[in-house]
């Protein structure tokens, strides 16, 4: 069965550092891959996807993600954290056919430390 | 201005009592979703629709019920069977050849 698996729960990071989340899916075809952002109280955004081709992508407000077929992940990655980027990040593979159905991680909260 | 609406942002019921969340869309899609959102659980699908007076059940359908008469609209009830309708619910849409799919901002429905 399809599923994706953020191991991350909580991660604090310092503003202006780095960021990596992790996520990795198990899905027996080439997936579709998102990551979406949730600020508190507040519906989806996109931040990225990926359907094909290059293996890194670039999304909005900085972030980018690397598909790597061999490990079956989809990490996002940002190199200067902000303290706006304070949200939960949840990471998605389409099932793709008819359903156009999306599978979501648990998400990974993201707190931001001045 | 293109997006998706979903009305009230906060509802509160009594137990025992049905209630319909509402969901609007003007961006022309087909496709239209809902999910239940619990706090460290994801999102996870309620029901989905492809295309007007036709819909599906997702993987938690049991205690819900959806309609689609209009290709804008898509209001899910939250009925009295379901055992525990507290949560947060989302509402998406998509055009039928694409994977993805754009949330309204959400409904939170306490029920006590």
């Known amino acids: 069965a399809q599923s994706v698996t953020q191991p991350d729960i909580h991660i604090t990071v310092s503003e202006g550092a780095s960021l990596e989340l992790r996520c990795n899916y198990s899905?027996?075809?080439?997936?579709?891959l998102f990551w979406y952002v949730q600020s508190p109280g507040q519906g989806l955004q996109l931040l990225l996807k990926?359907?094909?081709?290059?293996?890194l992508v670039q999304g909005i407000k900085g972030f980018e993600a690397e598909f790597k077929r061999s490990q079956s992940s989809f990490n996002l990655r940002k190199p200067s954290v902000h303290w706006s980027d304070a949200a939960e990040y949840f990471c998605?593979?389409?099932?793709?056919?008819?359903?156009?159905?999306?599978?979501f991680g648990k998400g990974t909260k993201l707190s931001v430390k001045p | 201005d293109g997006g998706i609406t979903q009305s009230p942002k906060y509802l509160f019921r009594k137990e025992g009592q049905n209630v319909t969340l509402s969901c609007e869309q003007n961006?022309?899609?087909?496709?239209m979703y809902w999910y239940r959102q619990d706090p460290g659980q994801g999102l996870r699908l309620i029901y989905y629709?492809?295309?007007?007076?036709?819909?599906q059940k997702g993987d938690i359908a049991e205690g819900y019920s959806v309609s689609r008469e209009k290709k804008e609209s898509f209001p899910l009830t939250v009925t009295s069977a379901q055992k525990n309708p507290t949560a947060f619910y989302l509402c998406?849409?998509?055009?039928?050849?694409?994977?993805?799919?754009?949330f309204g901002p959400g409904t939170r429905l306490t029920v006590t």
């Open positions: 998406a849409s998509s055009t039928t050849d694409s994977e993805v799919q754009y």
């Open positions: 899905y027996g075809a080439t997936p579709y």
């Open positions: 990926y359907f094909s081709g290059d293996t």
């Open positions: 998605a593979v389409g099932v793709g056919g008819s359903q156009g159905n999306l599978i």
């Open positions: 961006l022309n899609h087909d496709a």
């Open positions: 629709s492809q295309i007007v007076n036709d819909f």
